[in-house]
């Protein structure tokens, strides 16, 4: 029976009083596409830094493919790469021979050109091959960072918010390629502030807020749990009826979202609103999205505050 | 897992080691205009200046004129600021750029880490100390009188110093934290080792606080391969800069393996 891609214990982390991560346990399966989603300071990069052995979690286990992060480094870090999140590059080296020198860390030398030259391909940065790094644009620093983690063929691979800054292109593009890893075996785990690429890529996903996690299941059990109806309403700056207030998920810049359990609570909601004297500028019907379960298990107190700051 | 083959492919140990050394040799290669060809024309300078203006005046050992007596000390002293900056520049400028996530991220042991970074500043010194001393030998036709001691001394001075560069760029975190460092720690330990001058033409307070600068035993003990002469006995001062070496070298070891600023 082949081992977990990776397999989180009981992690806690401190950083001074601050409790970032509350005894975490996270199972990853071989060749699952995974997301890990949460708003800021949730504890998400915490976490990967701590499976890249970045950081040292105060108690608790991390292993990657059954190879402890901490006692048998050196193995875990050999089925480990991780793209990380701000956009670093060594000004001295094209990228070819920054490609060369990340395999040659992990021990492969010329027998893994193909693979370099491969991934080149894949990321569209063949023929920026001998460009030094200080050339490339930002999209294609970002492609070159993606490289660079991929560089010795790692099975488990990390990346962590890797399309934040990217135009809607190159992100169609990362993600093709992406998901052609995962096609050929590789486990991918992935944070992003952009859900709909969580929900259309991840076969699973696991939320954090305030270093735990608060849902972890496939992306579509989350979406049936979380299932009805959205009525978004651009209504400006109100102050709502106490009744209908109470049906709000999210308030920003004057456009109310009003989660509803059937549509009956359409015409209950209009109601509420006209004998507020309250007029309805623009008006949307959604289903449930991977945003509304996101903002329903960690955005509460964003939510009231945003809606609080409309009145 | 169809399409891959990663989990049992064999990879050579001494491939990481041997491409962090080769990409630091690179490093300070590439822009040998300014890690090689300056240092050299600096030493030149203060070997024309001082030689000029001192060569009449002073004689520190008998037969040996002050010109000849200047290049080892002016060797040594490029050798071992050059070892010191290579190290220590690297490792500024990887952390305050980010990149060296890249290598903290790799199966890289801290040995390893630390050996590839201490070659590198090894061979960045030795390569400096080598071009000066080949103009030099245009201005004074200079002899070793034991040749196995300078290269001992170059070895062991660039590898403390290097050692020192790999301390200071684990513990600054800003560039302005470096030059601190070496304005006025390495700057000062340097000029007051007896490059220019013997330590036995100072005041007897000067001479027996010159003998607390580790500094001094590396330009001695290097200038004494030349003529046979010094103000220490060779051994002594083989003692000290091997054993300052191998506390340092604990040391760094020590703060690798722990992870200290670079793994939090």
Redesign the interface.
């Known amino acids: 029976m082949s081992q977990p891609a990776i397999t989180i214990n009981g992690i806690h982390k401190h950083f001074g009083t601050l409790h970032a991560l509350k005894g975490i346990d996270l199972t990853i399966e071989?060749?699952e596409f995974f997301a890990l989603l949460g708003p800021n300071g949730a504890g998400k990069s915490t976490l990967i830094n701590i499976l890249?052995?970045?950081?040292?979690p105060d108690s608790g286990s991390v292993s990657v493919?059954g190879c402890d992060v901490g006692s048998q480094?050196?193995?875990a870090?050999?089925?480990?790469g991780?793209v990380?999140q701000?956009l670093?590059?060594?000004?001295?080296?094209n990228v070819r021979?920054?490609l060369r020198?990340?395999a040659?860390?992990?021990?492969?030398?010329s027998e893994n050109d193909a693979w370099v030259d491969e991934i080149l391909e894949g990321l569209g940065l063949a023929d920026k091959a001998n460009t030094n790094m200080r050339r490339l644009s930002g999209g294609m620093k970002r492609r070159a960072l993606i490289a660079?983690?991929l560089a010795h063929?790692?099975?488990v691979i990390v990346l962590d918010e890797p399309t934040a800054g990217v135009d809607v292109e190159l992100r169609q593009m990362l993600w093709e390629f992406i998901k052609k890893l995962n096609?050929?075996?590789?486990t991918i785990i992935l944070t992003t502030h952009y859900l709909e690429e969580a929900e259309t890529l991840c076969s699973r996903v696991g939320m954090m807020k305030h270093g735990q996690i608060v849902a972890l299941d496939s992306t579509a059990n989350l979406l049936n749990k979380f299932s009805g109806k959205h009525l978004r309403l651009t209504l400006g700056n109100v102050l709502l009826p106490a009744n209908v207030e109470a049906l709000v998920r999210h308030a920003e810049d004057g456009v109310y979202t009003f989660a509803l359990d059937d549509m009956a609570q359409i015409e209950f909601v209009l109601s509420g609103l006209r004998s507020a004297n309250i007029k309805v500028l623009d008006m949307q019907l959604n289903e449930a999205d991977l945003e509304d379960v996101f903002l329903s298990l960690v955005g509460n107190s964003a939510q009231t505050n945003s809606a609080k700051g409309a009145k | 897992?169809?399409?891959?083959q990663?989990?049992n492919q064999p990879?050579?140990?001494f491939?990481?080691p041997?491409?962090?050394l080769?990409?630091e040799l690179?490093?300070f290669w590439?822009?040998a205009f300014q890690t090689v060809a300056a240092p050299v024309i600096t030493a030149l300078l203060y070997l024309l200046i001082f030689s000029h203006v001192l060569e009449s005046h002073v004689q520190v050992y008998d037969g040996v004129p002050y010109t000849a007596f200047l290049i080892p000390g002016l060797i040594m002293m490029s050798v071992l600021q050059n070892a010191f900056a290579n190290s220590s520049s690297s490792l500024i400028q990887?952390k305050v750029?980010?990149?060296i996530?890249?290598?903290?991220?790799?199966?890289?042991?801290h040995m390893q880490f630390f050996l590839a970074f201490l070659i590198a500043a090894i061979i960045r010194g030795l390569v400096v100390g080598l071009c000066i001393y080949l103009v030099a030998m245009w201005f004074v036709d200079l002899h070793a009188a034991n040749p196995w001691l300078i290269i001992a001394f170059a070895l062991l001075g660039s590898a403390l110093l290097g050692t020192f560069g790999i301390i200071a760029g684990i513990w600054a975190d800003r560039f302005d934290q470096m030059a601190a460092f070496q304005n006025f720690i390495i700057m000062p330990l340097t000029f007051l080792s007896g490059v220019f001058y013997s330590i036995h033409s100072l005041p007897p307070f000067w001479q027996k606080l010159s003998q607390l600068n580790p500094f001094f035993y590396m330009i001695d003990g290097f200038r004494y391969g030349f003529f046979g002469k010094g103000d220490v006995s060779p051994m002594f001062s083989l003692f000290v800069v091997g054993s300052a070496f191998l506390v340092l070298a604990l040391i760094t070891l020590k703060m690798l393996k722990s992870?200290y600023k670079l793994?939090?």
Do not use: C
Request: proline residues 8%; hydrophobic residues 40%.
């Open positions: 071989p060749g890249a052995g970045l950081i040292a493919m480094y050196q193995q870090r050999q089925l480990l991780v990380p701000e670093v590059f060594d000004p001295f080296f021979e920054m020198f990340q040659g860390y992990f021990g492969r030398g660079q983690a063929k790692p099975p096609r050929d075996g590789h | 897992m169809n399409n891959l990663f989990s990879v050579s140990a491939r990481g041997w491409t962090l080769k990409k690179l490093r590439r822009v990887s750029m980010g990149n996530v890249f290598i903290l991220l790799t199966p890289l042991t992870g793994r939090s």
